[in-house]
C-alpha cells in the first residue's frame, strides 16, 4: 500500500532507535565519529520526510545511558556533533515550523549543552508541525524507576496506578509511539521506551541508519498501514 492512498494510516509517533553509525563507518575504513557525521546528516532528511508524510511526533534515539561506556574520545566526539546540532540545525529545524524537545537526564551534560538544550526548546516552544523528540541520556528502566521514586516521594499511597507513573514520566504528554523503526539489523529495543512502547508495531531493517532516507521511511510507513492493531483484543 503506497501512503499516497487515501486509506493509508499515517502513524502519530514514529520512535526511531538509529543504529549502525559505526559498522557504517567500519565498512569504509572511517573512523566511528565519520559515521555519527553521516548519521547526523540523514536525521535531517528524516525529520523533514516525516513532516510530509503528516507525522505529527518523531522521536530519535540519540544517546542512550549505556552509551558512555563507549571509547572516552568517540563519546567526546559524540559530543561535540551534539554541540554543533544545537549550534546549526536548530535554526532550520525552526523555519520548518518543527518543535524540539529533549528526553533524558540531562544533569549528565555539561554546562554548554544544557544551555544549548534548554536554548533550543524556547526557541521552537510555540511550533506545531512536527514534534521532534531527541533521546539523550536516556534509558527506559532508568526512566520508569524515576517515576516510581518521585511518586514515593510525594507520598503517594499504595497500590501505585499505571496512569500515576505515567503522569511522572520524562514526557507524559507525548502520545505513544505507533511504531517504532530500528535501523542496522538489530532485533532488540535497547531500552527505548520500555513503557510507551508497550503496543507499539515495530519494523527492523538492515539498512544502516546514515543510509536511511525518505524511501526507507516510506517502506516503514507502509508496513504498519497494511496492520491491524488489537492491543490484545481478539
Known sequence: MSIDDSSAKIPVHIGIIMDGNR????????????????????????????????????????????NWKRNPLEVEGLMGLFRLYLKNKVERL?????????????????????????????????????????????????????????????????????????????????????????????LRMSNFWLWEGAYSEYYFTDIYWPEFGREELELAISSFSERERRYGAS
Not at 563507518?25 to 525529520?47: C, D, F, Q, T, W
Request: glycine share 10%; aromatic share 6%.
Open 23 to 66: 559498522r557504517w563507518a567500519k565498512k569504509r575504513g572511517l573512523p566511528a565519529i565519520a559515521g555519527h557525521r553521516a548519521g547526523m546528516n540523514a536525521l535531517e532528511k528524516v525529520i523533514d520526510s516525516a513532516h510530509k508524510f503528516g507525522v505529527k511526533y518523531l522521536s530519535l534515539y540519540a544517546f542512550s545511558t549505556e
Open 94 to 186: 525552526h523555519s520548518r515550523g518543527a518543535r524540539i524537545r529533549f528526553v533524558g537526564k540531562m544533569d549528565a551534560f555539561g554546562r554548554d549543552i544544557c544551555e544549548g538544550i534548554s536554548a533550543a526548546e524556547e526557541r521552537t516552544r510555540g511550533n506545531s508541525a512536527i514534534n521532534v523528540i531527541i533521546c539523550v541520556n536516556y534509558g527506559g528502566r532508568q526512566e520508569i524507576v524515576d517515576a516510581v521514586n518521585c511518586l514515593l516521594a510525594k507520598g503517594t499511597e499504595c497500590p501505585i496506578t499505571e496512569d500515576a507513573v505515567r503522569s511522572k514520566l520524562y514526557a507524559p504528554d507525548i502520545p505513544d509511539p505507533d511504531l517504532i523503526i530500528r535501523t542496522g539489523g538489530e
